[in-house]
Nanobody
Framework: QVQLVESGGGLVQAGGSLRVSCVAS????????MGWYRQAPGKERELVAA??????DYADSVKGRFTVSRDSAKNALYLQMNSLKSEDTAVYYC?????????????WGQGTQVTVSS
């Protein structure tokens, strides 16, 4: 099993910056790719950014504003969010996709709230 714990959410004004972090523990050798999802009230959970090896992908809505990074030595995942907009308000979830040999079920953190005031 892998446990994911997010931190760093909070309240920020529009145009500001925030960094959220995720630390993995447990059978971290099972982790293949990692990423960030978010879910706003009344909306479906959506992929924000994902990182695999040295390659990162972003949702169109955050390209150029958000940067995802991973520190494998610390089993940590980060999301640097700049130029925040009110529409970025959501609960942000850390996600880890396991290697096939470890199973097919993704791991999820409990989420951290990010609120952007306009």
């Amino acid at each position: 099993q892998v446990q994911l714990v997010e931190s760093g959410g909070g309240l920020v004004q529009a145009g500001g910056s925030l960094r959220v972090s995720c630390v993995a523990s447990g059978h971290t050798v099972c982790i293949n790719t990692m990423g960030w999802y978010r879910q706003a009230p009344g909306k479906e959970r959506e992929l924000v950014a994902a990182i695999s090896g040295g390659s990162a992908d972003y949702a169109d809505s955050v390209k150029g504003r958000f940067t995802v990074s991973r520190d494998s030595a610390k089993n940590a995942l980060y999301l640097q969010m700049n130029s925040l907009k009110s529409e970025d308000t959501a609960v942000y979830y850390c996600n880890a996709v396991p290697w096939v040999a470890c199973g097919i079920k993704d791991y999820w953190g409990q989420g951290t709230q990010v609120t952007v005031s306009s």
